[in-house]
């Protein structure tokens, strides 16, 4: 592998997680096994939407499905996604903070 094909794979991996949906899936299996009828009443959408993107993240190594008779059970099969999706939340949550206060007082300072 030369220096390039490790960034390819990097940005591979980045575009399957892509997807709001596919964050929400990634979040809720992040401490258990759901089977895709669970996801589906889960999130509130078609068998068919959420097959698509399981099988997206399933292509690109972020999930694990095991079938357990006519059922297929996803998991996380990266032990670190979950902390990383937590930091990323709380990231995020101080830049809305801070925004949040930033638009305070400029709205303050125009009235």
Same mark, same amino acid.
């Given at each position: 592998?030369?220096?390039?094909?490790?960034?390819?794979? =990097?940005?591979?991996?980045? =575009?399957a *997680? !892509?997807?709001p949906?596919?964050?929400?899936?990634? %979040?809720?299996?992040?401490?258990?096994?759901?089977? $895709?009828?669970?996801?589906?009443?889960? *999130?509130?959408? %078609?068998?068919?939407?959420?097959? =698509?993107?399981?099988? $997206? *993240?399933?292509?690109?190594g972020? *999930? =694990? !499905?095991?079938? $357990?008779?006519?059922?297929?059970?996803y998991?996380?099969?990266?032990?670190?996604?979950?902390?990383?999706?937590?930091?990323?939340?709380?990231?995020? %949550? %101080?830049?809305?903070?801070?925004?949040?206060?930033? $638009?305070?007082?400029?709205?303050?300072?125009?009235?």
């Amino acid at each position: 592998m030369n220096y390039f094909d490790i960034f390819e794979l =990097k940005s591979d991996f980045m =575009k399957a *997680l !892509a997807h709001p949906l596919r964050i929400r899936i990634i %979040e809720i299996l992040s401490d258990k096994k759901m089977s $895709v009828s669970e996801i589906c009443e889960l *999130l509130g959408k %078609e068998q068919a939407i959420i097959s =698509k993107h399981l099988g $997206v *993240l399933k292509n690109n190594g972020i *999930l =694990k !499905a095991e079938k $357990v008779g006519l059922n297929v059970f996803y998991s996380v099969d990266i032990c670190c996604l979950p902390n990383f999706l937590e930091c990323l939340n709380r990231i995020l %949550e %101080e830049k809305i903070t801070k925004t949040s206060k930033n $638009v305070k007082i400029i709205m303050k300072n125009l009235s």
